[in-house]
């Protein structure tokens, strides 16, 4: 099994940045694909952004391109966190943020992603409000 968790969300102005970070834990060899995944109240959960652990591509949905940056800590205390960098951001980026994770590359903006991550976080609220 593999534990996400997610923390860093918050209210947060137009315009202003946030970075959300997602740690994993147990059987993390058996991860290829982290995700950060949105839904705002009354849509659908949407796909933001993958980083892959093979070769460190990353992926965004067009939405948030330019914006937003995923990152992943190489450093050997905390190799299993991966962070979302929120830039720029706008009150149409208020949702719940879900950390998620696939054993295989699975593309953020496959229209079958959210059904192809294996493990998820609780998730972590995001607000943009003046």
């Known amino acids: 099994q593999v534990q996400l968790v997610e923390s860093g969300g918050g209210l947060v102005q137009p315009g202003g940045s946030l970075r959300l970070s997602c740690e994993a834990s147990?059987?993390?060899?058996?991860?290829?694909?982290i995700g950060w995944f949105r839904q705002a109240p009354g849509k659908e959960r949407e796909g933001v952004s993958c980083i892959y652990s093979s070769d460190g591509s990353t992926y965004y949905a067009d939405s948030v391109k330019g914006r937003f940056t995923i990152s992943r800590d190489n450093r050997d205390n905390v190799k299993n966190t991966v962070y979302l960098q929120m830039n720029s951001l706008k009150p149409e980026d208020t949702a719940v943020y879900y950390c998620?994770?696939?054993?295989?590359?699975?593309?953020?903006?496959?229209?079958?992603?959210?059904?192809?991550?294996?493990?998820w976080g609780q998730g972590t609220q995001v607000t943009v409000s003046s």
């Open positions: 998620a994770a696939a054993s295989d590359m699975v593309l953020i903006t496959s229209p079958e992603a959210v059904h192809e991550y294996d493990y």
């Open positions: 147990g059987f993390t060899w058996r991860i290829e694909s």
